[in-house]
Each structure stands twice: as C-alpha cells, then as structure tokens.
C-alpha cells in the first residue's frame, strides 16, 4: 500500500514536471511570436511620420473599357530606341529639324536620340536629375530640373538657371514644363517638401505640397499661380494659347488654367484619367499625349482612405524594402476638350511621357534604360467588342 501511495506521487510529480516544461516552452514559444508584433506596434506607434485623410472624394476612379480605344498589351510589336544608352528617360521632346529626341535621364544626361540610325549623344549635363523638357521660341531647351530648378540649355550648350525659388521657397521637385507662345514658360515644382528620392512620402503623407508657378523672361518674374495641389508634375500650352494644362499626378486628373478670355486666370477641370499622369505633349493633331506612371488600383484606393496603411506603407519602405505598385502603365491620347481617344498600356509597364511622331508613339520612362517605340498603325487601338 505504501509502494501504491509512493508510485502515486512520483506520477503525479512527473505529470506536472511535464505540464510546467510545457507551459514553459508555450510562454518562452509565444513570447518570440509575440515580440515583433509588440516591438512592430511599439515602432509605429513612435514613427513621427503622420499621414492625414486624402481628399478620396476628389478622386474619379476611370474606367475606360468598352468606352475608349484600347491597346492592353502594348509591349507586344513594340521596340526598344537606345537601350542600355539612356538611363530612365522620363520626358521626351522631338526637334522635328534634326530628326532628333531630346530625352532626360536620371545621370544628369541629356541626350539626343537619333530615329534613323539608333545612335545616341550625349549632349548636355546639367549636373542635377532633368525632368521635364519644352524647347523656347529661340532654339533652346528649358529644362525642369529636379534639384536644380528651372534651366535654359542654349543650342551652344551653355547651361543657365533661369528660377529656382519663388516667394522665398526653394524649388523642391521642378517637374513638368512648357512655353507659351508669348515666351512666358508654365511649370510645376512637384513638392516643396520632399526631395526626388523620397518623392514616394509626399503621397503617403497625403498633404498637398505641390505649386504650379509661371516665369516671364521679359520682367524676370516668377510667380505661383497655384498653391496646394497633389503633385502638380506634366505641363502643356494649349494650341490656341488659351489655356495651360497640368496635371495633379496622386489625384489623377487634369487641370486647365485660362491664360486668355473672359475666365482668364481661374482653373477647371480639364479631364479625370485612369491612373496617375506625368508628362504632358500636344501632337500638332489634336490630342494631347500624356504618360501614365500606373493604374489607380483597388489597393490604391484603400490606402488612399485609410492614413494608417499609408503610415505602415512607409515604415515596409523604410525598414524593408521599396514596394512596388505600378500596374497597367502606359499612354493615353486625350482631345482639346479633354476627351479620351486611345489608351495604350501594358500590365507590366510604367511610363512617364509619350510623343507621336507620324505612325509613332515613343515613351519615355523613370524605370527603363530605352524609350519605347510603337507602330500605332500596325497595333492599334481598337474598341473593343
């Protein structure tokens, strides 16, 4: 009976022996579980990086299809022009004389592309990162240059600085460009708070910190036509020189601002687009070409309305790794009224510019070390059935 009783015991002291090693192990198990979480909650709970609500309502998530000529595999019968000799060319512009694309790319470049023979120049530096490109009525390239401002490159390549700040605020992310006929050059400064490396905050932040702002050579006078816009970036001067169109690439629209007429110096609505636009050009056919860096997606939009995803967003870029969200870059061909014509894109490109050139398109991108050439002819646009 006594041996029962002390064989009892040890069973017991060995059942619970067990379920304390178990607890252990569970504790010591969840503790390492629940740690990251902790110390990730801890992190962004102390992250100074404060996003605010987006103005979702300002927002017109575009759907073209059925409506609009499509092109949705644009990479197929497209081209490469100058691969591996430009190295993200994020604006173009065509000097019809020589034959030649001027194209900006992010080593300072400038370069001059020939269309008959492939061949590519280095042209100018303008030692900063040259965005946008718009050629003056006397022969020389204004150029929007990142860190630099706005520079007039003359045909002699002398680099000049024609602006850099205005009302005592340095320019932070000059952006897109162009001049009108009467010599006044139209141009954005894309954010005055963040630089082109970190640009990605100034939409997570959801703050408007962008200007769009005009430059007259004859009183040397810079002035900011609009204050608080969502990264102003693509400029063009209608071809009546009525109007200047820009765009606010994180709302995904257009914007005109009556330069002539009875609304001189107010801004409308000029056209709502399917994803966020970059660079503007008019064709000398009617249409305005405007690149399209991604789609306006469903994650998008839901991190559009919630700040604390954009907060977490930045903290994955800041502690692991850039996300990317491009999808369905591309193209599109507006008309004078803002109407869309044809859209041309691909699920696997962004694009940051688009001219045509006879049957033609060629686009530039931020991403790639080529413009891309299309035939529009022998890949068209079609509706679809």
């Not at 190295?87 to 020589?98: K, N, Q, T």
């Not at 204004?142 to 680099?159: C, E, H, N, Q, S």
Request: charged share 20%; hydrophobic share 40%.
């Amino acid at each position: 009976m006594q041996k029962t009783r002390v064989d009892s015991a040890s069973a017991t002291r060995s059942e619970l022996q067990t379920t304390t090693r178990s607890t252990q192990w569970l504790f010591i198990v969840s503790f390492f579980l629940l740690l990251p979480v902790v110390l990730a909650a801890l992190l962004f709970r102390l992250e100074p990086f404060d996003p605010v609500h987006f103005p979702t309502h300002e927002i017109t998530r575009l759907n073209l299809a059925g409506t609009v000529a499509r092109n949705d595999n644009m990479r197929r019968g497209s081209e490469v022009v100058g691969n591996g000799r430009v190295a993200g060319p994020e604006d173009l512009v065509y000097d019809a004389e020589a034959r030649v694309v001027y194209t900006s790319c992010e080593d300072g470049w400038i370069k001059r592309v020939s269309l008959s023979n492939d061949s590519v120049e280095d042209w100018v530096n303008t030692g900063g990162r040259p965005l946008g490109l718009a050629f003056d009525h006397h022969a020389s390239l204004i150029v929007a240059d990142a860190y630099k401002g706005l520079l007039r490159v003359r045909m002699d390549k002398k680099v000049e600085v024609v602006t850099d700040e205005v009302d005592g605020l340095k320019f932070k992310l000059t952006d897109g460009v162009d001049v009108a006929k009467d010599g006044i050059i139209y141009f954005t400064d894309a954010t005055y708070k963040y630089s082109l490396e970190d640009h990605f905050l100034d939409l997570l932040e959801g703050k408007p910190h962008g200007r769009f702002i005009s430059y007259d050579p004859t009183t040397n006078q810079t002035k900011v036509i609009a204050h608080n816009l969502y990264f102003p970036n693509g400029v063009a001067v209608s071809p009546d020189q009525q109007f200047v169109i820009f765009c606010e690439s994180f709302l995904m629209k257009c914007k005109k601002y009556y330069i002539q007429g009875p609304k001189k110096g107010t801004i409308d609505k000029f056209c709502d687009l399917p994803g966020a636009p970059d660079n503007i050009h008019y064709d000398g056919q009617g249409n305005y070409w405007i690149g399209i860096a991604t789609e306006f997606t469903a994650g998008m939009e839901l991190a559009y309305k919630y700040p604390f995803i954009r907060k977490a967003v930045m903290m994955f870029s800041k502690y692991i790794m850039n996300p990317s969200f491009a999808k369905n870059g591309g193209v599109i061909a507006v008309d004078l009224e803002g109407n869309p014509i044809a859209h041309y894109y691909d699920p696997k490109l962004s694009l940051t510019s688009g001219i045509k050139i006879g049957n033609h398109i060629y686009c530039g991108s931020i991403s790639y070390p080529f413009i891309i050439s299309l035939d529009v002819n022998q890949y068209p646009a079609t509706h679809s059935t």
